[in-house]
């Protein structure tokens, strides 16, 4: 589960000149987790007031779902003055009762199975600028998956995938970004781009030896087509694996954010092309639409592109804005994918 699921009415209070919070109680809702219950607060603040500094954004949640499952988490990515430095952090602690897919194969629904498990990741990111938009630094990341339950004599058992039984995953990466962006809830102009390139060690019988490149580039091109704030935004997703890579870190489509419309996990492999375009309109004041297409690759090898076929998805969306300063928008998306895939999703600022 991500970090920003909300479904609420709220005001936005300001207690200083440099802060700006907004609490907000939560309703949630996607494929993954049916309706969520819980509450969040969510920051905004300038490290400094020159022209240069981008606002920062934190964000801490906690939810309880339909499905029994709960998540509890933070995030932040802080811009220092001048945007010399930037940290990004994310913590999340979640026990997540899901549907299992299986593994590498183009008929998930004869693989359904159900499975449990408790998840701890901590993500972390440091970089410095190189010059006005490129940054240099390191990544941490930390993954650990345990009391894995499956019903017996369930598919998920009779494959026994890597990894379930539980596994614990540190991986530590040079990492490249590009950030030029106008802001991070409502990106108007500018690119954002990052590429991180982490081997993960097997340092113990509970750890998998594998390497993970995972690129994320987005576009962002102003438009005036039916108000000011109107924006295509353009997003590459690709994550590519090589070695022992265990189940739940393979490259899985679905989810809130990349290929909206499937279930997070549907077709799962060890490698993802991911591409989507979205056009963001103001109707009113307070009011916005969402229109989106995209297509996925999930190729065995990562340069045999197209042998397991494209993976369409398409949606739909409205936006509520709440915090008008920040233009920070609730959303609520319809998506579509492939083998009549659905899935609605109830959530808090711009899927990227």
Same mark, same amino acid.
Do not use: C, H
């Given at each position: 589960m991500i970090a920003n699921q909300v479904f609420a009415q709220s005001d936005s209070l300001s207690r200083s000149k440099k802060i700006r919070i907004t609490p907000l109680p939560v309703i949630y809702y996607s494929p993954e987790t049916r309706f969520g219950f819980g509450a969040l607060v969510a920051a905004s603040f300038n490290s400094s007031y020159d022209s240069l500094t981008t606002a920062s954004y934190a964000q801490t949640?906690?939810? +309880?779902?339909?499905? %029994? =499952? +709960?998540?509890?988490?933070?995030? $932040?990515? +802080? *811009?220092?003055? =001048?945007?010399?430095?930037? @940290?990004?952090?994310?913590?999340?602690?979640? *026990?997540?009762?899901?549907? +299992?897919?299986?593994?590498?194969?183009?008929?998930?629904?004869?693989?359904?199975?159900?499975?449990?498990?408790?998840?701890?990741?901590?993500? $972390?990111?440091f970089y410095w600028r190189i010059n006005k938009s490129l940054y240099a630094g390191f990544a941490v990341r930390h993954n650990k998956i345990y009391e894995v339950d499956s019903p017996a004599g369930g598919n998920f058992l009779l494959d026994q995938p890597l990894g379930y039984q539980g596994y614990d995953l540190l991986g530590f990466a040079p990492a490249l970004t590009y950030e030029s962006r106008d802001s991070q809830t409502y990106p108007r102009k500018g690119i954002f781009t990052?590429?991180?390139?982490?081997?993960?060690?097997?340092?113990?019988?509970?750890? *998998?030896? @594998? $390497?993970?490149?995972?690129?994320?580039?987005? %576009?962002?091109?102003?438009?005036? $087509?039916?108000?000011?704030?109107?924006?295509?935004?353009?997003?590459?997703?690709?994550?590519?694996?090589?070695?022992?890579?265990? !189940? %739940?870190?393979?490259?899985?489509?679905?989810?809130?954010?990349?290929?909206?419309?499937?279930?997070?996990? *549907?077709?799962?492999?060890?490698?993802?092309?991911? !591409? =989507?375009?979205?056009?963001?309109a103001g109707l009113w004041w307070f009011i916005g639409i969402d229109v989106w297409v995209g297509g996925a690759f999930t190729p065995k090898d990562w340069y045999s592109l197209g042998d397991t076929g494209v993976k369409p998805n398409a949606g739909i969306g409205v936006r509520v804005m709440i915090n008008q300063k920040d233009k920070l928008n609730i959303r609520v998306d319809q998506g579509f994918g492939k083998q009549q895939q659905q899935g609605l999703y109830l959530d808090i600022a711009e899927a990227y």
């Open positions: 949640y906690i939810l +309880y779902t339909a499905n %029994k =499952q +709960y998540d509890w988490g933070n995030k $932040l990515r +802080y *811009y220092s003055p =001048q945007n010399k430095f930037i @940290f990004e952090g994310k913590f999340s602690f979640t *026990y997540f009762p899901e549907f +299992y897919y299986g593994i590498e194969t183009e008929t998930p629904l004869l693989k359904k199975d159900t499975i449990s498990y408790n998840k701890l990741t901590t993500d $972390l990111r990052e590429v991180l390139i982490m081997p993960y060690p097997a340092w113990s019988n509970k750890s *998998y030896g @594998f $390497l993970n490149v995972r690129i994320d580039a987005r %576009k962002y091109i102003p438009l005036q $087509l039916i108000s000011d704030r109107d924006v295509l935004a353009l997003q590459a997703f690709i994550n590519l694996n090589s070695g022992d890579v265990p !189940f %739940k870190d393979m490259a899985d489509i679905g989810g809130g954010n990349v290929m909206r419309g499937y279930y997070t996990g *549907y077709y799962r492999y060890n490698n993802l092309y991911a !591409f =989507q375009a979205e056009y963001r």
